[in-house]
C-alpha cells in the first residue's frame, strides 16, 4: 500500500508505517535466529550467527528501498523505513542474544 493511502491522523497513525516495519523486520531476523536456539553450537558461534541475520534482514530492507525506487510504479525511496527495518532487525539480535544464548 502506498504510504500516501495510510490515515494520518493522531500520533500512532502518523508513525504507523515506521511501527509495521520495525515489527515484521524484527519477526524476519528473529524467525531466522530461532533454529540456532536448541543447537549444540557454543554461545560465541550463535552469536555470530545472529549477528549475520541482523545485517542480512537490513540489507534486505535496503534492497527493498531500492527496487521501490527504480523499478516499482507508485513507490518510492524512503531512508526512513529502511531505519525502522534495521531497528526490526538489530531488536531481534538483542532479543536472540539474550533469550537464545542462556544455558
Known sequence: MPGKDIPQSGLFFKNFDKVVHVGIFGLLALLFCWPFYKTSATNQKKIRYFIIIALLTSAFGYSIELIQKYWAEGRGYDL??????????????IFSRIVFTRN
Open 80 to 93: 526512513m523505513d529502511w531505519l525502522a527495518d534495521s531497528a526490526g532487525a538489530l531488536g531481534a539480535f
